[in-house]
């Protein structure tokens, strides 16, 4: 799909130039993973990674793919990348890029949609 959308354009591009946002959405994408999943993975700070994970799930680059409660009765959000590749292209004053969705989550949300009916 092309990226039509200039917030979406920017976040993308913000995403691939942070080091620390790419290593978030390389720990995530082909898996669930919690806050503490992410930050043990990734060995980025708690406030930094918290931070960065609510940027993507703002700019619609990473999502709560499930919320689940922890053995000591908390709730955990489990997070999962939206889109899967990239593709940037730079013609005279215009940025392209193509994106490939991330087809687990695509599946994952298809099916809750259509699950509400019943």
């Known amino acids: 799909m092309i990226v039509k959308s200039d917030r979406l354009k920017h976040a993308i ?3 691939l130039a942070d080091v ?3 290593r978030i959405l390389d720990t995530a994408m082909y898996e669930s993973k919690s806050v503490n999943d992410i930050i ?9 990674a918290y931070r960065k994970i609510r940027w993507l799930v703002e700019e619609k680059l990473l999502f709560v793919d499930k919320i689940v409660i922890t053995e000591d009765g908390k709730k955990s959000s489990l997070f999962r990348t939206i889109l899967k590749t990239f593709t940037v292209k730079y013609e005279y004053n215009n940025v392209i890029i193509e994106a490939e969705q991330n087809v687990d989550t695509l599946r994952k949300v298809t099916e809750r949609f259509f699950s509400l009916d019943e």
């Open 13 to 15: 591009l913000a995403a």
């Open 20 to 22: 620390e946002l790419q």
């Open 40 to 48: 043990h993975e990734t060995k980025i700070s708690h406030t930094t």
